[in-house]
């Protein structure tokens, strides 16, 4: 079974502008959720989604947005973008959602210049 | 949630058991201990939860103490491929989970 991708692996982008971050799940997950990890405030929880629709989300801004399709692929935006968004972007999938029985994908690694 | 507390970095030595420990003195009782790790440039990798009994897997074994303000994670017989971050959280089973620094385990030949 393929294990959880995300793309693009690396971005770099400059302050102001928007990034669209893609993770494709383990087939047959319906739960999604992104994290930021970075070296100073280790990972956080960004947001979930199951069966498309938003189900918790952490305490980030508004710029952070996702949402999921109908085949449970989701997709994170990040609209202008600060020097402090440069993170690694890991996605998660799991079949309903439990910690247990999430599995998480290599991540995408953000620069913001 | 709870504040976990773990020490930086530890070393073992291969085929030797790792004992990484983790505090968690403001532990609730509905909040169950996680254990995972991040090898370098790779996504965090479950290995084990519990809430107030020890558990064991494939993985790793789980103690908690009797209290739940402190736990260990075993690895039984250490190998190279453990080398990693390991970082214990304590959560309530949804997604909304914060790692903090966790404990840089080295194994060593």
């Known amino acids: 079974k393929a294990g959880v991708t995300q793309t693009p692996r690396y971005l770099i982008k400059t302050r102001g502008q928007q990034v669209t971050l893609s993770c494709s799940p383990i087939s047959g997950h319906r739960s999604v959720s992104w994290y930021q990890q970075t070296p100073g405030q280790g990972l956080q929880f960004l947001f979930e989604y199951f069966s498309e629709t938003q189900r918790n989300k952490g305490n980030f801004p508004g710029r952070f947005s996702g949402r999921q399709f109908s085949n449970s692929r989701s997709e994170m935006n990040v609209s202008t973008l600060e020097l402090g968004d440069s993170a690694l972007y890991l996605c998660?999938?799991?079949?309903?959602?439990?910690?247990?029985?999430?599995?998480f994908g290599p991540g995408t690694r953000l620069l913001v210049l | 949630d709870a504040k976990t507390t773990q020490p930086t970095s530890m070393d073992c030595a291969e085929g030797r058991a790792a004992n990484l420990p983790c505090n968690h003195s403001?532990?609730?009782?509905?909040?169950?201990v996680y254990w995972y790790r991040q090898i370098h440039s790779q996504g965090p990798q479950y290995i084990i939860h519990?809430?107030?009994n020890n558990e064991t897997n494939e993985m790793a074994s789980l103690i908690i103490t009797e209290d739940r303000k402190s736990s260990t994670l075993i690895l039984p017989h250490a190998t190279l491929r453990d080398t990693a971050v390991y970082y214990c959280?304590?959560?309530?089973?949804?997604?909304?989970?914060?790692f903090g620094a966790g404990t840089r385990l080295t194994v060593k030949p």
């Open positions: 519990g809430l107030k």
């Open positions: 998660a999938s799991s079949p309903e959602g439990r910690l247990e029985t999430q599995y």
């Open positions: 959280i304590v959560r309530v089973t949804n997604n909304d989970m914060r």
């Open positions: 403001t532990i609730s009782g509905n909040e169950y």
